[in-house]
C-alpha cells in the first residue's frame, strides 16, 4: 500500500510541476536541501531570508502546494516548506510504526535545527495543521508563532466529533486512514 501511494502522490507531483512553465521558474528559485532524522531524510524548499517560517502540508499535497505563501512571503522571512515523511522527496519508511505522531513532528524540529534555528513560526495545513498542533504542545520552546489553517483546536475537534453528527460524517473519510483500511 505505500509504495503505491508512494507511486501515485511523486506521478501527481510530477505533473503538476511540469504542467506549467512558471512552476519551473518556481523550481529553480528555491533552495531544496535534506534535513537528516535518525537516518530519515526530510526535503524541503527554501527562499528568503529573515524570520524562519516552516511550513506543513496537508494530504496529499507536498511542499509546493506552499508556492504562493512563498512568493508572497520570501521578500521578509526565511521561508521552508517541507515535504513530510512519506511524501515527494522526503524518505519513505516502510511500516505503518514509522509514521506516528512523534516522528512527524521529530521531523519537523530535525528541519529546525538542520538550518540553524532555535525557533520558527509554524504554518499547517490539513494534516499538516494537526502536525504542528502536536509540534506545539510537545515542543513549545521551538515554537515561534502557530498558524492553522482549515484545522480547529484538538479540544474543539475533539467536542464536534463527540457531538456533532454533521461533522462525524464530514470527518468520516479520516477514519479509514486511522483504521489502516483504503
Known amino acids: 500500500m505505500n509504495k503505491i501511494f508512494s507511486?501515485?502522490?511523486?506521478?501527481?507531483?510530477s505533473l503538476v510541476f511540469l504542467g506549467n512553465s512558471a512552476n519551473?521558474?518556481?523550481w529553480d528559485e528555491v533552495a531544496h536541501g535534506y534535513a537528516d532524522n535518525n537516518g530519515i531524510r526530510i526535503h524541503y524548499a527554501t527562499a528568503g531570508?529573515?524570520?524562519?517560517?516552516?511550513?506543513?502540508?496537508?494530504?496529499?499535497?507536498?511542499?509546493?502546494?506552499?508556492?504562493?505563501?512563498?512568493?508572497?512571503?520570501?521578500d521578509n522571512y526565511k521561508?521552508?516548506?517541507?515535504?513530510?515523511?512519506?511524501?515527494?522527496?522526503?524518505?519513505?519508511?516502510?511500516?505503518?510504526?514509522?509514521?506516528?505522531?512523534?516522528?512527524?513532528v521529530s521531523d519537523v524540529a530535525a528541519v529546525i535545527r538542520h538550518l540553524g534555528e532555535e525557533k520558527?513560526?509554524?504554518?499547517?495545513?490539513?494534516?499538516g495543521g494537526i502536525v504542528s498542533w502536536q509540534f506545539a504542545f510537545n515542543l513549545p520552546d521551538m515554537v515561534d508563532?502557530?498558524?492553522?489553517?482549515?484545522?480547529?483546536?484538538?479540544?474543539?475537534?475533539?467536542?464536534?466529533?463527540?457531538?456533532?453528527q454533521e461533522q462525524q460524517q464530514n470527518s468520516g473519510y479520516a477514519r479509514t486512514f486511522i483504521e489502516g483500511s483504503p
Open 7 to 13: 507511486l501515485v502522490t511523486t506521478v501527481f507531483s
Open 24 to 26: 519551473a521558474e518556481l
Open 49 to 74: 531570508e529573515g524570520p524562519l517560517i516552516i511550513m506543513i502540508h496537508g494530504f496529499p499535497d507536498f511542499w509546493y502546494s506552499w508556492r504562493h505563501q512563498i512568493e508572497g512571503l520570501k
Open 79 to 104: 521561508v521552508v516548506a517541507i515535504d513530510q515523511r512519506g511524501y515527494n522527496l522526503s524518505d519513505k519508511p516502510e511500516g505503518d510504526e514509522n509514521y506516528n505522531m512523534q516522528y512527524l
Open 120 to 127: 520558527a513560526t509554524i504554518v499547517g495545513h490539513d494534516w
Open 145 to 164: 508563532r502557530l498558524i492553522i489553517l482549515n484545522l480547529p483546536h484538538p479540544n474543539g475537534m475533539a467536542r464536534e466529533l463527540a457531538t456533532n
